[in-house]
């Protein structure tokens, strides 16, 4: 299928326009480009925080967002949702929209993580926020109106890659239990050598000199499987997955190669690639009908 008409007016628009200098500059632009992308669809009024104490006394906001249709007398599946931005970027605020979108589709209550960033805070330190909210959330139910037993993760890029390595933490230590994982356009690897990098380098939102930038910032010259699902030696024992990859993606392979290894471990897994989408289109809705497929095909 052709590139979204929508997208490619959109992509030949910023061409050739300036970037952002620093990384300050760059979190401000992204909040504001990726938020006039979004639409306006309303948010429900009951959005509620709550704090997680991480083991070294930083307090992480958990952000809860509750379906348009739900009973909250009945305790209620979830998903533990991780924002992208490539560890770096991004913020709750950008995602309620989302976020808010998620919990319709899905019918579960969204519990977004407000992570720490890189290169403030590298690996492993954004996945052990996430990994110790889940951790919370599971012993938390009660308070937060959720089913522990029906408790999913979710995240989209960078947060794709937090909610897949922290399937594998749970796993590897023991964890709660996990029903099932969305990964959204994942990040897996640092290599960036599939043919989508190749194809979708350059022009297609998302480039290769980005994600060099992004890993650069939350892996340093380091290499490990925890960082790198792809990477992991066994992927045994994981819980169910979707997986949603776009078809103008420098992430598309490795999303899609990643639904084989599951596969190939015993994992059930429904991978479908979103026909005419590029990367970070989970903000796309108020840009092109399309993008709205996301949640459609988000459902688990």
């Not at 599946?77 to 992208?84: E, V």
């Not at 996430?130 to 029906?150: F, K, N």
């Not at 937090?162 to 959204?184: C, K, S, V």
């Not at 340093?220 to 169910?240: I, N, V």
Request: hydrophobic share 40%; proline share 7%; glycine share 8%.
């Amino acid at each position: 299928m052709p590139l979204d008409k929508h997208i490619a007016d959109f992509l030949a628009a910023l061409s050739g326009a300036p970037l952002p200098m620093s990384l300050a500059e760059l979190r401000a632009a992204t909040e504001v480009d990726l938020l006039r992308l979004q639409g306006e669809d309303e948010l429900r009024d009951d959005m509620q925080d709550y704090v997680v104490i991480a083991d070294d006394g930083y307090a992480i906001t958990l952000r809860a967002y509750t379906p348009a249709a739900s009973n909250a007398d009945i305790a209620q599946p979830a998903m533990l949702f991780a924002h992208g931005g490539g560890w770096c970027l991004g913020s709750l605020s950008l995602y309620d929209r989302p976020c808010q979108a998620l919990a319709n589709a899905t019918g579960r209550k969204i519990l977004s993580v407000d992570y720490r960033l890189a290169p403030e805070f590298p690996f492993p330190r954004p996945l052990e926020d996430v990994y110790q909210a889940l951790c919370w959330a599971s012993e938390q139910a009660a308070l937060l109106g959720i089913d522990a037993t029906r408790l999913a993760v979710g995240g989209d890029s960078a947060g794709g890659n937090l909610a897949a390595a922290t399937t594998l933490l749970a796993r590897d230590r023991g964890g709660p239990h996990i029903e099932h994982q969305l990964l959204l356009y994942p990040a897996l690897t640092r290599e960036m050598s599939t043919e989508s990098y190749r194809e979708f380098a350059e022009g297609y939102y998302l480039t290769r000199d980005a994600m060099a930038f992004c890993w650069e910032n939350y892996l340093g010259e380091r290499r490990h499987p925890y960082a790198e699902p792809l990477h992991m030696a066994s992927l045994r024992g994981g819980p169910p997955a979707t997986i949603l990859s776009c078809e103008f993606d420098p992430l598309r392979d490795e999303a899609e190669e990643y639904a084989l290894r599951l596969e190939e471990a015993g994992v059930p897994v429904r991978c479908e690639r979103l026909p005419g989408m590029v990367h970070a289109c989970i903000h796309m809705s108020g840009l092109t009908p399309a993008a709205r497929r996301l949640f459609e095909r988000a459902r688990i």
